[in-house]
T-cell receptor
């Protein structure tokens, strides 16, 4: 069964450093997402991406964050200058269609990248 | 704005018994999707079951079923014949028309041998 994959599984960085989290969505999916989960808290939406541009973003997704699909398979989340409060689990997800349009309309999640900012 | 509420932070159930996890949500939309995701200690998010709001029939996936009450905005998950591998954090989630998923705070389920 196709899966969303994410690398690395755990990233440790110093405050102020740039990090890039990588995701490989399910191959026939066109919609991509990033979520984060601070330890002990609920999962929060960051951004959705379709057709090489951001569809929606939350208040969390400020100028320090960016997303990119650099090639036909990868989807990346970049944090330019990490802060202590960016420490969290970051989940990538993908889906085949928007709600109401058809397809499974289900977002499938990757295993997550645990980001630790020191 | 849509919200998802899970009022049970933790629950325990004896192995082989049945347990129901509660979830309520608030929305003004008429067309949406609801999900239950499972997060084991590995912290991966695993889809358990999904329900389309326009369908009156409750979704079922093997030992997992939901009780979807649209008017009451309630979406509970029933796990039958609980197994040790069911121990995890369970998140109720709402998918809105703008394609973002809103999660509840989760219910930690313990399975007692």
């Amino acid at each position: 069964e196709p899966e969303v994959t994410q690398t690395p599984s755990h990233q440790v960085t110093q405050m102020g450093q740039e990090v890039i989290l990588r995701c490989v969505p399910i191959s026939n999916h066109l919609y991509f997402y990033w979520y984060r989960q601070i330890l002990g808290q609920k999962v929060e939406f960051l951004v959705s991406f379709y057709n090489n541009e951001i569809s929606e973003k939350s208040e969390i997704f400020d100028d320090q964050f960016s997303v990119e699909r650099p090639d036909g398979s990868n989807f990346t989340l970049k944090i330019r200058s990490t802060k202590l409060e960016d420490s969290a689990m970051y989940f990538c997800a993908s889906s085949d269609r928007l709600a109401g349009v058809g397809g499974t309309d289900t977002q499938y999640f990757g295993p997550g990248t645990r980001l630790t900012v020191l | 704005a849509q919200t998802v509420t899970q009022s049970q932070p933790e629950m325990s159930v004896q192995e082989a018994e049945t347990v129901t996890l509660s979830c309520t949500y608030d929305t003004s939309e008429s067309d949406y999707y609801l999900f239950w995701y499972k997060q084991p200690p590995s912290r991966q998010m695993i889809l358990v079951i999904r329900q389309e709001a326009y369908k009156q029939q409750n979704a079922t996936e093997n030992r997992f079923s939901v009780n979807f009450q649209k008017a009451a905005k309630s979406f509970s998950l029933k796990i039958s014949d609980s197994q040790l591998g069911d121990a995890a954090m369970y998140f109720c989630a709402y998918r809105s028309g703008d394609d973002k998923i809103i999660f509840g705070k989760g219910t930690r389920l313990h399975i007692l041998p």
